[in-house]
Structure formats: structure tokens, C-alpha cells
């Protein structure tokens, strides 16, 4: 097909699947999608679009799927709103609905006098019925059953889940009213002198600890935890890792697995020579060296493993596999065949891929000794953030830990492997160019197929929010927007040659709704760069927070937006991971770096005087209000900032550990990969010598940042 405007056909027929053939780019400007675009984005749906007798195809593939199905693949509801299900049957044949209760119990539901003309399908007439669903229906996880036909007192003909969720989350009690700060924290960055050369979940209940019970902090936010590879090299950005559903286990703290403590003392010994000597690397500030830090953790806690465990503790492991069932199964099955096949997985035999085959069975068998291995590894590192959410809130948080959930997975990772029909292949998600990537973002990431997801109803989506929130408090949901639409990436195109996807929100909101509500939790959406303006809209409809920061708060003008108007239900901040920390960015090193790699596509002093006249604008704000003295320093400028958001009605404040310590380097650069050392830069001061979490208290600048924060004296 053409390389152009798609034809009236193929843009009816990817608006009934979502796809974009328009849209508008960071500048308002109106953009046309390729056809070629369209084509290779519907054909990672399974759709053939190449030629106009293929799109006519589809579309009449398309209106006739509801037909050839009795009942929807799931069927997602607010509360306190009468649903309506349509059946589809033979016409003129009797049919019944029912609901079976997550709870126990059955609804009958009621047929609505609706009226729809039947249509031939494969040469028969189907006909369509249409049922209501209670309003009072309870909130959760149901069956719907229908039964078709003159014995309509047997087994259920058509079986589909039926979701309830909230029409809106609400805050967590301690959060309801007033303002509530936080930190923000790259955890694997944050060391201790206890930590084997990478941060680790004791450091976080330490960071907890001290920010909460001395400073009334109510949350600790953190990176995805998410598992990255079991074996060399792991993948630095928690932003891709292999599952979302699973936790990397380097975040372990070896000593405090209980079995550690009885090891004989020759083990004993060894494993002490492995701790110190990745402890040595974090007092010597070198860069996070993931692949050392497992490698040694991984021996030493298969030497933890193989001690054995005590009848009870065994009870307790064979508890948490049986509640995490096949998912964990298959996933820790992933992480032994990649111990014995190494990665990528392409690198496989055949049968290894072949699911549900002998050949994949008999493998099965052969490695289930480390299967074994890798369920204890999720067990240990689950028991472990249990521990730290309960020191959280016993410090007086009352949020606690605040997890972070990434967009999406490694091409080749355990999820791709486990959750074949979810996501969909030949295509990366990513996104458009924007005022600070211009030329776009390719994540390199499968994205969820729409339909895939419906499918298995949604259950790999409710079963990944249900383990983020587990041990927490909240959950930061990065690229929030990715629940409406994405932007997808053809193979071989760059990211500015993608087009967007969209999703059943309603579904995708209101479960994750569901499961935060179970968990007594907020949500935090990163709504940042290119958003429909409804979409915040119906975030703040459904309870969902939104991000605010500083520097991004403008008006239609562009000139700041006073913190006064700032949004109520979001998590405020001065900066995020994908900027300098403050004191960097008011150098403009972000400029400096962008230019050096190569990532601006706009003149660089063109791009310096802009970013000048932005930054300027920002801080003239500070000496309007008394914030800072007259020609303040670097300090001054970073406390100024912080105590301006003090200002806004938001009810989170986020603070960024770096901004407190005076840390200039940045943790990530989007754009780039191995250009420079993203998510491997560790937490320390504006020379670069190391912070540990031990000096914190101590530090002056850590003490004057949360003075200016939490003085009394509200900012004018």
C-alpha cells in the first residue's frame, strides 16, 4: 500500500480498533499517520489491512466477532450503575443470565425488552439479547453465566468474568486532608555501609524509619522493584525489566533471610568476604555494578537455600506458591531455563518456547530443583518488603512505601515468555517527539494488545497490580497515560514513525481502581508530556492522582503557573529521574549533556536561551515571595523551590533525595542506552562523593532542605 493518507476503508477499520490515523504532536500541530503506519500497526493485531479486499475482509471480520460469541470475552461496570449485557444466540431461543458473586451467592438478572434485528452469520440467524446487571451489584470479580436453549436448568452454555469497580477511589484515611511529604528515592542508588554495593529493602526501611519518625514524612517512593535478568548482563533501567509482576531479588538483604544466621562458619565466613567486598565499592562511590552485586548475592543466597528451612518456614514457602499459583510457576521456570540456556531466550531450543508440548514439559522437570530456587527467591524478597511497610507505618507513616509501576516489559523477557497472547509482537512501545525528547522515545517495549488483555480478562493486568500492591501504600503508575493510549512502534521505523493505540480505559482505570481500594492505597498517575486534557479529567473523576512539577507548571501563555492553582489531587514535585536534580538543572547541565549526545534537534544556544528564560522565569517567583535572599546560593535557590510548594493545594509533596544532598548528575537520559550511565549513578554530593543512608541525618544540607520544607512559616 501507498505511503500515504489512509483510505476511507482503512481508517474505518482502524478506528474500530483503536488505531490513529491523526493526531496532534506536542506543538498542536495536526500530524497524518502513514498508511503504512496503519497497516503495520493492525497487522500486530492479527489484522491483514494490506490491500483493499484484505481491509474488506477485516471489517466485515470485525462486526461480525460479537455475533459468533455468546457472550463477551469480560464485562467491566462502575458500582452504582445498572449494566447492560448482551447475549448472542440462536435466534428465537430462550436464554437465562445469572451472576455468580466473588462473595458467594447468585444474582438473576433481568431481560431488558430491547430489540435488535437478528443477522445471518455462516449461514444461520443469530439473534441478541440483552440483560441488566443490579446497580447494588457489590464491588469485585464475578461470573456470568447464561444458559441457552429448552434445558436451561443444566450446566452453564457461556461463562464470561464481570467486574464491578469503584466509580471513584478514594484517599486513604491519613492522606484525606492537608499536605503529606515524601521522598523519592532510586533505591538501587542509595547505599548503606551495610548494603553489598547497591541499595537494598533494609536500606529502604532505614530511609523510612528516619524520614517518617523524625520528620513526619508519611511515604517513601521508590523505583519499579520489578525483576530484571537472573543472569549477567541484568538490564540497568528498572524501567525495563523482565516482569512487572515479580521483584528483582539483588534488592534482598542477604543477612536478613532467617536461615543465614544458622549457616556453619565456614559459610558463614564466605559469605562475609563477599559482603565486604561490595561493600567496599559503595564506600569508594564507583558506579552501581548490578551484575557484581548479584552475582555475589546469588551465590550466597543459593548457599542460604540449600541449607534447608525449618518445617514451618517450608509451610510458609509452599503458602506463598500455592498463592501465587501458575504465574509464579512459569515465571520462576523462565529464570532456571535462563540459568541453563542463558539469554536471550532466542538462544533456546525450540522446545523450550513450545508451550504446553512434551519437549517443554520434560524441561520442566529437569530444572525443577532451581524452579525451586527462584520461588524461594520471591518468597524471601516478598517476607522482606512486608518488613519494611511495617516499619514504615510504624514510623508514623500513613502511606508507607510507594511502589513504582513501569510501563512495560523486555522484549525478551519472562512476561513475553508467560504472556504470549497479551502483548503484541512486532512492536515497540515509546513515545512522540516532545519538547525534551525531539526526536522521540523508542522503549523497546512489547506493548499489551487490547484484545489480548480481553481475552484473559484482564486477569495478567489484576494480578501484576495485585503483588505491586501487596506491601504498600500506593503505586505511582509511570506514563499513566499508557492506560488510554500508547504509542506504538513498527520494527524498523523510528519512534517519530508511530502511531497511537488506544485501550479500554474504563477497564484498565477502573481495575486498577479496584485493586487499590482492596489494598487500602492511593494512586499516583505520571501524567507529564503529551495528554489529552480528558484524560486528567477523568483521572480526577475516578480518584486517580495526577503529577505536577515545577518546572513543567505553565500556563497557555507559558509563563509559570503559580502554585496556588496547581491541582489538588496530585503528587507535587520540584523535579523527576528523568531530569539533573535541581542543583544541576539550575546550571543547565541538562543542555550540556542533551548536546553531547547528540539529542537536540533545535541549535544548542538557541536551546540555552530558552531553557534560561525558563528557569529565570521560574526562580524570579522565589524573590517575588521572600523565599530567598537577595543573590542566594545554590542551597538557597534548591530550599526556595521546595518551600514554593508548600504554596500549592496539592496533597502530595514528592522530594527528591538528590535535591536534598546537593547531587548534580542525572539518573537517566532519555534517549539513550549505553551513551551514558543511566540508572548506575549513585547517591552523593555535589562533588560526586558517596551519601550513605547512615550520613543523612547528619548532613547540612539534607537538614536545611526539610528545615525550609517543614517550617511552619507558610510560603506567601
Request: net charge negative; proline share 8%; glycine share 10%.
Amino acid at each position: 500500500m501507498p505511503d500515504d493518507a489512509p483510505s476511507a476503508r482503512l481508517t474505518e477499520l482502524a478506528e474500530r480498533y483503536g488505531v490513529a490515523v491523526e493526531y496532534d504532536d506536542w506543538q498542536g500541530k495536526h500530524v497524518d499517520v502513514p498508511a503504512s503506519t496503519v497497516v503495520a500497526v493492525l497487522a500486530a493485531l492479527d489484522v491483514d489491512a494490506d490491500g483493499e479486499e484484505a481491509v474488506e475482509a477485516a471489517l466485515l471480520a470485525h462486526d461480525e466477532a460479537p455475533w459468533r460469541r455468546t457472550l463477551p470475552p469480560v464485562v467491566v461496570l462502575r458500582d452504582g450503575r445498572v449494566g447492560e449485557v448482551a447475549v448472542h444466540l440462536p435466534d428465537g431461543e430462550d436464554v437465562d443470565a445469572e451472576l455468580l458473586l466473588e462473595g458467594g451467592g447468585t444474582v438473576p438478572l433481568s431481560q431488558l425488552g430491547v430489540w435488535t434485528d437478528p443477522r445471518e452469520v455462516d449461514g444461520g440467524l443469530v439473534g441478541r439479547a440483552v440483560f441488566a446487571v443490579p446497580a447494588d451489584t457489590p464491588l469485585g470479580w464475578h461470573e456470568l453465566r447464561v444458559r441457552v436453549g429448552a434445558d436451561r436448568g443444566g450446566k452453564p452454555t457461556a461463562s464470561a468474568p464481570l467486574v464491578v469497580t469503584p466509580s471513584r477511589l478514594e484517599l486513604p484515611e491519613g492522606v484525606r486532608d492537608g499536605q503529606h511529604w515524601g521522598l523519592m528515592v532510586q533505591l538501587y542508588s542509595v547505599r548503606s555501609r551495610r548494603s553489598w554495593g547497591l541499595g537494598d529493602i533494609a536500606d529502604l526501611a532505614e530511609l523510612a524509619s528516619w524520614s517518617g519518625g523524625e520528620h513526619g514524612a508519611d511515604f517513601v517512593l521508590v523505583n519499579p522493584l520489578h525483576s530484571a535478568e537472573p543472569v549477567a548482563p541484568m538490564e540497568p533501567s528498572p524501567y525495563l525489566p523482565t516482569t512487572r509482576r515479580f521483584v528483582n531479588p539483588v534488592y534482598i538483604r542477604v543477612e536478613d533471610v532467617r536461615e543465614t544466621a544458622y549457616l556453619p562458619s565456614t559459610e558463614r565466613a564466605l559469605l562475609e568476604w563477599a559482603a565486604e567486598e561490595q561493600r567496599s565499592v559503595s564506600a569508594q562511590g564507583a558506579l552501581v555494578d548490578r551484575d557484581a552485586v548479584w552475582a555475589a548475592k546469588r551465590s550466597a543466597l543459593r548457599t542460604v537455600f540449600d541449607s534447608g528451612r525449618s518445617a514451618a518456614r517450608e509451610a510458609d514457602l509452599d503458602a506463598f506458591v500455592a498463592r501465587e499459583g501458575q504465574g509464579l510457576t512459569d515465571f520462576a521456570t523462565w529464570c532456571a531455563l535462563a540459568d541453563r540456556f542463558g539469554l536471550p531466550s532466542s538462544q533456546w531450543p525450540p522446545e523450550a518456547h513450545d508451550h504446553g508440548s512434551e519437549g517443554q514439559a520434560r524441561l520442566r522437570e529437569e530444572v525443577a530443583g532451581d524452579v525451586r530456587f527462584h520461588e524461594w527467591l520471591q518468597w524471601v524478597v516478598d517476607s522482606q518488603l512486608d518488613d519494611a511497610q511495617r516499619t514504615a507505618t510504624r514510623a508514623g507513616m500513613a502511606l508507607g512505601i510507594v511502589h513504582d509501576l513501569a510501563v512495560g516489559v523486555h522484549p525478551t523477557g519472562a512476561d513475553t515468555w508467560t504472556l504470549g497472547p497479551a502483548l503484541a509482537r512486532g512492536i515497540t512501545v515509546g513515545a512522540p517527539p516532545d519538547a525534551f525528547n525531539q526526536q522521540g522515545q523508542d522503549w523497546s517495549q512489547p506493548p499489551w494488545r487490547p484484545d489480548g488483555l480481553a481475552r484473559l480478562g484482564y486477569a495478567p493486568y489484576r494480578d501484576m497490580i495485585r503483588t505491586v500492591l501487596r506491601h504498600a501504600g500506593g503505586v505511582r503508575v509511570d506514563h499513566v497515560m499508557g492506560l488510554f493510549r500508547l504509542w506504538w512502534v513498527p520494527a524498523g521505523l523510528g519512534p517519530e514513525a508511530g502511531t497511537y493505540v488506544r485501550y479500554d480505559h474504563e477497564a484498565m482505570v477502573g481495575i486498577l481502581a479496584l485493586e487499590a481500594q482492596r489494598s487500602g492505597a492511593v494512586v499516583v498517575g505520571e501524567d507529564l508530556g503529551v495528554v489529552e486534557p480528558w484524560v486528567r479529567d477523568h483521572l480526577r473523576e475516578r480518584g486517580v492522582l495526577g503529577t505536577s512539577v515545577l518546572w513543567f507548571e505553565r500556563t497557555e501563555d507559558g509563563s509559570p503557573l503559580p502554585p496556588e492553582r496547581w491541582r489538588e489531587l496530585c503528587m507535587a514535585t520540584v523535579t523527576t529521574h528523568d531530569l539533573p536534580p535541581t542543583a544541576g538543572y539550575l546550571a543547565g547541565e541538562h543542555i550540556d549533556l542533551r548536546d553531547r549526545l547528540g539529542l537536540l534537534t533545535r541549535d544548542v544556544e538557541e536551546e540555552r536561551r530558552v531553557d534560561e528564560a525558563d528557569r529565570a522565569s521560574v526562580l524570579a517567583q522565589l524573590s517575588e515571595r521572600g523565599l530567598v535572599p537577595e543573590d542566594p546560593t545554590e542551597r538557597q535557590l534548591v530550599d526556595g523551590l521546595h518551600r514554593l510548594l508548600r504554596a500549592a493545594p496539592s496533597r502530595l509533596l514528592g522530594v527528591s533525595l538528590p535535591d536534598a544532598v546537593g547531587e548534580r548528575r542525572t539518573q537517566n537520559q532519555p534517549g539513550t542506552y549505553d551513551q551514558y550511565p543511566n540508572w548506575r549513578v549513585p547517591l552523593g554530593d555535589g562533588a560526586g562523593d558517596p551519601v550513605l543512608v547512615e550520613d543523612l541525618p547528619s548532613r547540612p544540607r539534607v537538614r536545611s532542605l526539610l528545615a525550609a520544607l517543614l517550617s511552619d512559616d507558610p510560603p506567601r
